[in-house]
């Protein structure tokens, strides 16, 4: 399995913070966050890694280089300009040697089984599958839906606060579905996941309870790296 890295945001959250790289490359523990990440999706055997990198993106390549040394794969793909999640995944799709790859965003990690969202969109002929995550306030996201592990309502406002599930920003997607994504800046959440269930594309996923953090505002990212200390992660 290939697994395509969303790096190329501006980051600028975390900008008091974090100001001289880009955010999947801050620092915990002597090491960047990203490589936590690759060593999340080594223990499950991914090792043909595409980071889709912009701002400050050569930092990325400096640091995994070849990605030999880290006992993975690696390609590159550039923005030249800001291309949202979608354009990012297009950009990063002419690396896609396979018929599905998997996509991440490269400054959260999920701990999951990326083996079942494989198998599931197999036994379900999805053209895409993707992880939900339970959170107690939906009403500072958007909430998704799954029926029967059918996707059946996407990125919808509550302003009730209340418990559900949301989009937790992990994909496997079919190569000929990035095919659909036009050129130029395009949101894989506010544009072709809306757009793909309207024209009856095939869309489903589950629900992980797995650990999650993302380290987009300054106090997830003291948590990350709290958590690290205390030895908390399991991968």
Known sequence: ????????????????????????????QGKPFLEYVIEGLKKQGIKDIIFAIGYKGSMV????????????????????????????????????????????????????????LENLKQDLGLDMALVLRQVPDISRYGEAVLKDNRLVRFNEK?????????NGGVYLLSKSLIEQIPEGKVSLEQEMIPKWMKEGYQLGGFVNEGYFIDIGVPEDYYRFVEDVEKGVLTW
């Not at 399995?1 to 915990?28: E, F, H, W, Y």
């Not at 690696?74 to 995944?89: D, N, R």
């Open 158 to 166: 509550s302003v009730k606060a209340r418990q559900g599930t949301i």
């Open 61 to 116: 390549e400096e640091y995994f280089g070849s990605g030999e040394k880290f006992g993975i794969t690696v390609s590159y793909a550039y923005e030249e300009t800001l291309l949202g999640t979608a354009g990012a995944i297009r950009n990063g799709a002419r690396f896609v040697t396979e018929d599905s790859v998997l996509v991440l965003n490269a400054d959260t990690f999920y701990e999951m089984d990326y083996r079942r």
């Open 1 to 28: 399995m290939q697994a395509i890295l969303l790096a190329g945001g501006l980051g600028t959250r975390l900008r008091s913070v974090v100001n001289d790289r880009p955010k999947p490359m801050a620092m915990v």
